[in-house]
């Protein structure tokens, strides 16, 4: 594939903070895709997710109002290794090719995309010119995903455990953004990362 923008592959545990940081690069007019995103529109009703991931589980993991039911889906799959990797061959190709088609329609120096799983499944991979790990230690990432979601903290844990764990993320990192403190500490971060990929992307290498 023949693409002119620089490409970060943005990651990290959950709870880390990479929603807040790609906000951050977006605030200064980067494109973003987030492939979380991706993944909830491309399975909406009448989308080919939709079609996909109930082609996989049945017409049991709808609800009443034919909605995939998203919580009962991500109970399964995190409690169930063949059921995760039924539903990433389900959607997997289907937010690859679309993340190949926005990448092609950036007009910035560079872009970012945001993949929870970018280390762990390798998928997207051949997308990305250089790694960027929101990192922040793992008690915290529990608390936050205790606080945002209203998970009990196990829960929280058992998705932890479908991941890289922290050493392994950082290792694999071309660069790491601290998020271990207040919200207020990612902007400077991101200001000289900017700066940083807008320098590799006009020398047109990592």
Not at 4 to 12: P, Q, R
Not at 31 to 45: R, W
Not at 91 to 101: C, D, F, S, W, Y
Not at 138 to 160: K, S, T, Y
């Amino acid at each position: 594939m023949t693409r002119s923008t620089y490409v970060i592959g943005l990651t990290g545990g959950i709870g880390s903070g990479k929603t807040a940081v790609a906000d951050a690069f977006a605030a200064l007019g980067i494109e973003i895709i987030d492939t979380d995103a991706l993944a909830h529109a491309l399975s909406a009703v009448g989308q080919p997710g939709f079609a996909a991931i109930r082609d996989a589980f049945g017409d049991r993991i709808l609800r009443p109002d034919g909605e995939i039911d998203r919580g009962a889906l991500r109970r399964l799959v995190f409690a169930d290794a063949t059921a995760r990797s039924r539903l990433e061959d389900a959607l997997h190709p289907l937010i690859g090719a679309e993340v190949a088609r926005r990448v092609e329609q950036w007009s910035g120096p560079y872009g970012l995309i945001v993949v929870p799983l970018l280390l762990e499944r390798k998928g997207l991979r051949s997308l990305v010119d250089r790694i960027l790990v929101v990192d922040c230690p793992e008690e915290e990432q529990v608390r936050r995903v205790v606080a945002r979601n209203g998970l009990a903290p196990a829960e929280v844990r058992a998705i932890m455990a479908t991941q890289l764990d922290r050493r392994q993320r950082l290792a694999a990192a071309d660069d790491i953004l601290d998020n271990a403190g207040t919200p207020e500490g990612i902007a400077p971060q991101v200001l000289v990362l900017d700066g940083r990929y807008r320098s590799l992307a006009a020398a047109g290498s990592g």
